[in-house]
T-cell receptor, first 110, second 114 residues
């Protein structure tokens, strides 16, 4: 099935600093999804990227899909304590079932 | 708030017990999933049901037995579990089984096996 590498594993930032997590695949992806899981919570869908070079924004969050559709990033501008959680990318496998990256755990110091 | 309801939220069981996890959705979704999530790890796919038929079983031990009684319900029957099976069990659904569908997750059942 699809394998996707996600980095970094952890990121600790001061409130107000920016944050970025990356997902990389060795093969071309049809699409990629991003989820957020708050501590003690469950994954919640954030966005899906489908087109080459696509950029989507949700308030302070910017999602990008690479031109070759092999990598993607999630960037948060001016982090807030409410951004705390683990961010996962997810890609479809050969059966069209979603497989999750390892996740990036974000902590924010007020 | 989640539109996928899982019960119970917490479960402690002994290795000889039999228990069941339940999941319900009323969004008309025809694909339902069980994921297992260990602490600080990503969700791992266990089972997929598509139109109430088991489509995939990720080589999960037979002590886990899924059931899909109808299009809204999904159960996971547990028997003779091991301590290493302690994890968060997440149910999810999507409109259909297709790699571009958004997954809706339930709040999960935190399972501890003693």
């Amino acid at each position: 099935g699809q394998q996707v590498m996600q980095i970094p594993q952890y990121q600790h930032v001061q409130e107000g600093e920016d944050f970025t997590t990356y997902c990389n695949s060795s093969t071309t992806l049809s699409n990629i999804q991003w989820y957020k899981q708050r501590p003690g919570g469950h994954p919640v869908f954030l966005i899906q990227l489908v087109k080459s070079g696509e950029v989507k924004k949700q308030k302070r969050l910017t999602f990008q899909f690479g031109e070759a559709k092999k990598n993607s990033s999630l960037h948060i501008t001016a982090t807030q304590t409410t951004d705390v959680g683990t961010y996962f990318c997810a890609v479809p496998d050969n059966n069209n079932d979603m497989r999750f990256g390892a996740g990036t755990r974000l902590t924010v110091k007020p | 708030d989640t539109e996928v309801t899982q019960t119970p939220k917490h479960l402690v069981m002994g290795m000889t017990n039999k228990k069941s996890l339940k999941c319900e959705q009323h969004m008309g979704h025809r694909a339902m999933y069980w994921y297992k999530q260990k602490a600080k790890k990503p969700p791992e796919l266990m089972f997929v049901y598509s139109y109430e038929k088991l489509s995939i079983n990720e080589s999960v031990p037979s002590r886990f037995s899924p059931e899909c009684p109808n299009s809204s319900l999904l159960n996971l029957h547990l028997h003779a579990l091991q301590p290493e099976d302690s994890a968060l069990y997440l149910c999810a659904s999507s409109q259909v089984r297709r790699g571009r569908e958004k997954l809706f997750f339930g709040s999960g059942t935190q399972l501890s096996v003693l």
